[in-house]
């Protein structure tokens, strides 16, 4: 969910590859019905000539040279010119700035043929977006727009990664809804995800999702937009539909990354269903989507546990455990073994928990421990471990070995057990 400066580059990127405005910005076009139209100098068109056949032979230094040789005198002769050669510059990396020079002269001299002039308006601002000068790109975009009396949903889409990477994003959705009306019958994500985009950094979560609801509709089979509207589910505290969506995006093979699985796997927790928490963890944990870490073991594990299959649970804590020698979670696999009167393996996690210096829980370690021994019928070993349970510094253990110190003697005598 981490929008700003990938998402802005991203939207550029899909944009470059293919202040509130207002309506009017768009709808008014200039009349170039009276626009005068001129032609070459015979001079100038000769050499002009030259170069083109020059360039058309992918002599492309060679027509440089000699476009920049030619010095024309008429204004008609120079915008040409300026054009041509803000094309030429153009074609070549990294020589951005300098189409930008030319192009902008021509642009500037409006004296160029109506067609012309609005193909270098145009030029010029997709080379400023080009070189991140995004506010004079917006204002060469209107003035094509209003030249021209053209709509085209690419414009406004360039507009719409402008004011994105300017963070005016109050000022995306007009030119964004301009580019979806005008692909309404054969609509782009593009759009959509500007609008999504501007919304999350506006801090407009609603709106997000009222966005990208209507991307699930129209996109259906766009892996990317299910688990985007679950985690904006998230954002918005609406569960239960988090829930529903990432659900359905997991069956229809959408959850492609880590931490999709994850989420899932904590909104099966949060709605109380934590055994298919438990599953979804375990299955991608083998497929190797999930590292096996102690991280990721102890996840599983507190799933299992709060799906009340505590076998299951001491296992994964096990395993957790041993990653690092971690005495709380060896405690906790023996806790479960106990209840489940697995008293061998009980023993072990105990004896393993107790080796870890900082376990927090160790008076109660050793109280169970000898539980643990009694049960396995170990009486002497229990009787001596609870003894060191009753100089516990927990007073409640301390007072319960006590009790236990003679109901272990009492037991050993009755069955005739020498302790």
Do not use: C
């Amino acid at each position: 969910m981490k929008y700003s400066t990938k998402l802005t580059t991203i939207l550029l990127s899909a944009v470059l590859s293919a202040s509130f405005v207002s309506q009017s910005a768009f709808a008014f076009a200039t009349d170039n019905s009276k626009r005068k139209t001129y032609t070459l100098t015979e001079k100038v068109g000769k050499k002009v000539s030259k170069v083109y056949d020059l360039y058309s032979a992918d002599k492309i230094d060679e027509a440089l040279v000699l476009a920049l040789t030619i010095k024309p005198k008429k204004a008609y002769d120079k915008a040409y010119m300026a054009k041509f050669l803000g094309g030429m510059y153009a074609s070549q990396s990294g020589k951005g700035l300098e189409a930008i020079k030319y192009t902008k002269i021509a642009v500037d001299a409006d004296i160029l043929s109506t067609t012309e002039h609005g193909s270098s308006i145009r030029t010029l601002a997709d080379l400023q977006m080009q070189e991140k000068q995004y506010a004079k790109a917006v204002q060469n975009y209107k003035s094509w727009i209003e030249f021209t009396g053209k709509e085209d949903a690419n414009v406004y889409i360039r507009m719409g990664a402008a004011y994105m990477a300017l963070k005016q994003y109050s000022n995306v959705t007009a030119p964004a809804d301009k580019a979806i009306a005008l692909q309404a019958s054969e609509p782009k994500e593009t759009p959509f995800r500007l609008k999504l985009g501007a919304y999350y950094e506006d801090k407009k979560p609603k709106k997000a999702i009222g966005v990208l609801e209507t991307m699930v509709e129209l996109f259906p089979n766009e892996p990317r937009n299910w688990p985007q509207l679950g985690q904006f589910y998230m954002l918005d505290e609406q569960y239960d539909r988090a829930l529903e969506t990432m659900h359905i995006a997991y069956i229809n093979g959408f959850l492609t990354k880590k931490s999709h699985i994850l989420v899932l796997a904590q909104l099966y927790t949060n709605n109380d269903i934590p055994y298919r928490s438990a599953k979804l963890l375990e299955k991608h944990l083998k497929s190797g989507m999930i590292e096996r870490d102690e991280k990721m073991l102890r996840l599983i594990a507190s799933s299992w546990h709060q799906a009340k299959e505590l076998k299951l649970a001491g296992k994964y804590y096990g395993e957790a455990a041993a990653i690092d020698n971690n005495g709380e979670l060896y405690f906790k696999q023996g806790t479960l073994a106990f209840e489940l009167q697995r008293n061998r393996e009980a023993i072990k996690a105990f004896k393993l928990a107790l080796k870890d210096k900082s376990l927090k829980n160790a008076d109660s370690a050793v109280f169970t421990l000898a539980q643990a021994y009694f049960y396995n019928g170990q009486y002497k070993t229990a009787l001596n471990t609870m003894k060191t349970a009753k100089n516990s510094k927990t007073s409640s253990v301390a007072k319960n070995a006590k009790v236990w110190i003679k109901y272990i003697t009492d037991t050993a005598k009755r069955r005739n057990v020498n302790i």
